[in-house]
């Protein structure tokens, strides 16, 4: 199985002008090591991140070339595992970033809050904290970001985009697919920003962060015209909107599941009809330059029209 380790030599752009750090083909699975959102840089309560100078943030592994992928094509990553490969993971709240702090692009005249940090012991499958031992819950590992690269422009590690990026979707696990939109020969294909474990949200704008090593393999769909990510658990298949508003990101992800229904079998309106009754949603993160949705609908519901598949 191939390894990718970059060991600081991270990107924190998703970008095709990147250089390529591995070459892999569809069906073969590899091993990506990941560093956490902070680079590494925090392993005490009092390494405060407004005191740390980092090279930026959510360092990515990667780019990584898939044979085959062409523009118009659908890249599927398969995550098969993903494994914390650190004894602990840190979360902060901070001055100017979080969903209930004024920021940059949301101003307020409130005094920022204090930067605190906290630093979780990862026990097997729990977190707790060392001293506030109510601050305890199970771990449920999952890839932050994770994205092709855009035809042209290189984005921000920060920022979800309609190829991926820093979406904070608890849905990327192992067990789910995601299907990501093909822009450029190769795909040049990123994941980081590994979360040991969040709510909907990411409320104060870290989750527990961690480095992990994520097993992951690749098919490329011909025939599958993915605008924006989606995502298929063993019960539901899913989509992703990031924007602001907040309203804008839920209808880019039900626009999008409308389509793949269509894709399957659905009318655009019997589709809107029964997501309007039985449709789901949640929310990846509110603190980002953009925001992301998640549309769902069970497969019980999405499965109703005979031979309805997500094969195409």
């Known amino acids: 199985m191939q390894s990718i380790r970059q060991d600081g030599n991270y990107s924190f752009v998703f970008s095709r002008y990147a250089p390529i750090a591995a070459t892999v083909r569809p069906g073969e699975t590899i091993e990506m ?9 925090i392993k005490e309560e009092t390494d405060l991140p407004s005191k740390i100078e980092r090279p930026g943030p959510n360092p990515q592994t990667g780019p990584v070339y898939i044979s085959g992928a062409m523009p118009g094509d659908t890249l599927a990553v398969h995550i098969r595992a993903i494994s914390i490969t650190r004894d602990f993971g840190i979360s902060q709240i901070s001055p100017d970033f979080g ?47 994770i994205a092709t690269a855009p035809k042209l422009e290189a984005v921000s590690t920060m920022t979800p985009f309609e190829h991926g990026g820093n979406m904070d979707v608890p849905d990327i696990k192992p067990g789910n ?32 962060e961690v480095p992990c090593k994520a097993e992951l393999e690749f098919e490329i769909i011909k025939t599958m015209k993915t605008a924006w990510p989606r995502i298929e658990s063993p019960t539901h298949f899913m989509a992703v909107g990031s924007a602001r508003p907040m309203e804008d990101a839920a209808r880019i992800a039900w626009c999008e599941l409308i389509a ?41 519901y999405a499965n109703a029209i005979p031979g309805a598949s997500r094969r195409f």
């Not at 090591?33 to 840089?41: I, N, P």
């Not at 894709?263 to 992301?292: F, I, P």
């Open 260 to 300: 793949w229904m269509g894709e399957m079998g659905w009318d655009k309106m019997h589709a809107y009809q029964m997501l309007t009754q039985v449709g789901e949603m949640s929310l990846g993160n509110m603190v980002d330059t953009n925001y992301s949705m998640v549309a769902k609908i069970d497969k019980r």
């Open 177 to 208: 697919t995601v299907y990501l939109p093909v822009a450029v020969e190769g795909a040049y294909f990123f994941t980081g920003d590994c979360h040991a474990r969040q709510g909907d949200g990411e409320l104060c704008g870290t989750a527990v």
């Open 33 to 41: 090591y990941t560093e956490d959102a902070f680079c590494g840089m």
């Open 99 to 145: 969903g209930l702090q004024g920021t940059h692009f949301t101003a307020m005249l409130n005094a920022p809050l204090e930067n605190r940090v906290f630093k979780y012991i990862i026990d097997g499958d729990r977190a707790y904290h060392p001293i506030h031992r109510h601050l305890a819950f199970e771990l449920a590992p999952f890839m932050g970001t």
